[in-house]
């Protein structure tokens, strides 16, 4: 009689077998056996686990496919944020970016590894004990969504890594495409079933991912390209980019065929023009080619500005143009009250998209261009991603065109528009009481960023507003449990929790909620440098121009948006009946503009913090002058440690950076306290 401890051996026999012709097949492209073989052989695992279920384990090939569809998709939170890249539209800004590279690392020629920029969905991929345990969307690159089940269905994403040398944990990143020739067959079977067309295969690939069921992404033909790692729990793979990439192929994981290793900015030019000239042959599409720096090290050293890595940069190829016909042109109110002139087009196919609509930016642009109904014009998708009309064909205007002019009242609520000395924009002068604006001004009120008002989406908001039951911000405060709980899709539990959620956004901070008043060009950067420089709220609302300009990073324009949203009553009353429903943070001490104490000091922060959060820890910091980073260099000052460090901390050691424990950075937050 055949005993289970043979049955797992077998089984575990069966699944090797398959995983191994599965990496020769979808990865190598280079099937060893016929299709026939791989059906029986998982034919006969399926058996097996039918008759033994509680042998079957997730990184079995019988598990790609099954799973129950998903209600909805679980956020992830990415442990290394999913940066952008910078792009570059022409060689000069290369040769910018090859420039910055040189003098911040002080060498005169830089080693890059150079790969097609894949024109899909950027994934990560989290595996322990080299079994895939997690897949996530990049999301806004801090968090996204839990993809999982339909990752799993994508034969080239291996459910566990070959080779015994896999780090514990590691996190790996790359795209999910759909190649020309199978977004072409897709399509084909769409219109067989009558079903809806996808524009190219990125909106293709993309779709496919985000369905609920997973079997539905697994009919689709996705195949997954990794490009790096995030998180990574062991020593480093390699010194360089381009071994990592090597290691990742070992693991079992496609890599693009095209990357190259070159060398300073003629090698990656030369890269560019060599992939340019066989985008068309590519069995994937691309929008550009990517350089990041080979050296890992002085990656890291070289470290991220804004939401970029400072070693990467996407050179993007020049857009595609087509020339089509404006059959009207309507104006859209943004969030701050921006009036944008949209050009309504006869539908053109640009750079794999049908486009209908097109920006013209403004009165000026349009004016420069002279952009009027009826005119025949050439249009362009700048760096493949925003429409825009490039330019009209004067040989082919109709007689009877008229110059275009800007409403003088907002087309949404009627308010006067204006136009301040000096800019470009006209805006509604309306402010939150435009629908339009009201909206989106909620929108970012709650966002993540801002008052960070979990369970209050989009949908949530549209209907809110347009059952007239919230007019502005602060009227979500004044929200009751039956009126929530009577919107549609709204349950008792649901409805608990966004009040819930409201009750906790009302402890805040001072940055944190002067970025969620939408302000024109005030982010997150300047409404901490506001918060910093002021301490509170009252003497913001009270500063001139003038005084504004004081504010480290705050120029003219920025202090007379900031002046004009104080000095309009109706934003003021909105301020008052946010404070009145309890909104609240501590104020920052001011001490007479006195020197930081900390300022021109970097920290790095490792492990988890029991006294208070990291985040509260890097905006006490950052109040006393300090800049925290998310990676350690031989510009770190000091390494702040807490429970379970990361490497990070390691990282600090063979540098001989101070390290702060828990209780020296207590007194240092607190010099006054013994």
């Known amino acids: 009689m055949t005993s289970k401890k043979d049955i797992a051996s077998k089984l575990q026999q069966l699944r090797d077998t398959i995983s191994l012709h599965n990496y020769r097949y979808y990865v190598l492209d280079a099937p060893e056996i016929p299709d026939a073989e791989y059906d029986r052989l998982l034919r006969e695992l399926q058996t097996l686990e039918s008759a033994y279920p509680e042998l079957i384990t997730p990184d079995s090939p019988s598990q790609r496919v099954g799973a129950a569809p998903l209600k909805e998709f679980a956020e992830v939170t990415h442990a290394v944020p999913m940066l952008s890249l910078n792009n570059a539209f022409n060689d000069q800004e290369v040769e910018d970016f090859d420039r910055r590279v040189r003098e911040r690392s002080g060498v005169s020629e830089v080693v890059y590894t150079a790969e097609p920029k894949l024109d899909g969905l950027a994934i990560s991929l989290v595996y322990e004990n080299a079994v895939l345990v997690r897949g996530a969307t990049r999301g806004d690159g801090y968090s ?81 390209y990794a490009y790096g790692i995030g998180e990574i729990a062991a020593n480093e793979l390699s010194r360089q980019h381009s071994d990592m990439l090597k290691h990742l192929q070992s693991y079992g994981l496609r890599v693009s065929p095209d990357i190259q290793v070159v060398t300073g900015l003629q090698g990656c030019i030369e890269y560019y023009h060599y992939i340019a000239n066989k985008r068309d042959a590519l069995e994937y599409a691309i929008d550009g080619v990517v350089y990041k720096v080979d050296d890992l090290q002085l990656q890291e050293s070289l470290g991220f500005v804004s939401r970029a890595p400072r070693w990467a940069l996407a050179h993007k190829f020049p857009a595609q143009e087509e020339m089509t016909r404006v059959l009207a042109i309507d104006i859209q109110v943004g969030r701050t009250g921006t009036l944008t002139p949209v050009a309504r087009l006869e539908p053109v196919f640009v750079g794999g998209v049908t486009v209908t609509n097109a920006t013209l930016h403004n009165q000026d642009e349009i004016e420069r261009k002279d952009v009027r109904v009826g005119d025949t014009v050439i ?194 009353g909105v301020i008052e009946k946010l404070r009145h429903c309890g909104i609240h943070w501590p104020d920052i001490e001011v001490t007479a503009r006195a020197p930081l104490p900390l300022k021109g000091k970097t920290f790095v922060i490792t492990g988890s913090l029991v006294s208070m959060g990291r985040e509260a820890v890097k905006e006490r910091l950052e109040a006393l002058g300090a800049k925290v980073s998310g990676s350690v260099s031989k510009k770190t000052d000091y390494v702040i440690v807490g429970v379970d460090p990361g ?21 240092l937050l607190n010099p006054g306290n013994d």
């Open 144 to 224: 996204g969504e839990d993809v999982t089940q339909n990752i799993r269905t994508i034969h080239s994403v291996p459910l566990r890594l070959l080779g015994a040398a896999v780090p514990r944990r590691i996190e790996i990143r790359g795209e999910v495409i759909m190649t020309k020739q199978g977004f072409a067959k897709l399509n084909q079977d769409q219109q067989h079933k009558q079903e809806k067309i996808f524009a190219n295969p990125r909106n293709a690939a993309a779709g496919s991912l985000r369905q609920l069921d997973p079997r539905i992404t697994a009919a689709r033909p996705l195949v997954f």
């Open 647 to 667: 490497s990070k901390a390691s990282k600090a050691q063979e540098l001989g950076i101070p390290i702060l424990e828990e209780a020296k950075l207590l007194a």
């Open 379 to 572: 249009v362009r998708r700048a760096g493949d991603v925003i429409p825009e009309v490039a330019s009209v064909v004067l040989s082919q205007r109709p007689g009877d065109t008229v110059l275009f002019k800007m409403p003088a009242q907002c087309p949404v609520c009627g308010s006067q528009v204006i136009r301040l000395e000096n800019e470009a924009a006209a805006r509604c002068s309306g402010g939150l009481f435009c629908a339009a604006q009201r909206k989106q001004a909620i929108k970012h009120f709650a966002g993540r960023r801002a008052m960070d008002i979990e369970g209050l989406g989009e949908k949530l908001i549209d209907q809110l507003v347009d059952t007239g039951m919230i007019h502005d911000s602060a009227d979500l405060y004044l929200l009751g449990f039956e009126q929530i709980a009577g919107l549609e899709r709204m349950g008792d539990k649901s409805a608990q929790n966004l009040l819930d959620a409201l009750q906790k956004s009302k402890s805040t901070t001072l940055p944190r909620f002067l970025f969620a008043l939408g302000i024109r060009q005030v982010g997150e950067s300047t409404a901490k440098a506001l918060a910093l420089y002021f301490g509170k709220l009252a003497p913001i609302m009270q500063a001139d121009v003038i005084m504004l300009q004081q504010v480290p990073d705050v120029g003219p324009v920025v202090a007379q948006s900031i002046a004009s949203f104080f000095a309009e009553p109706h934003n003021r």
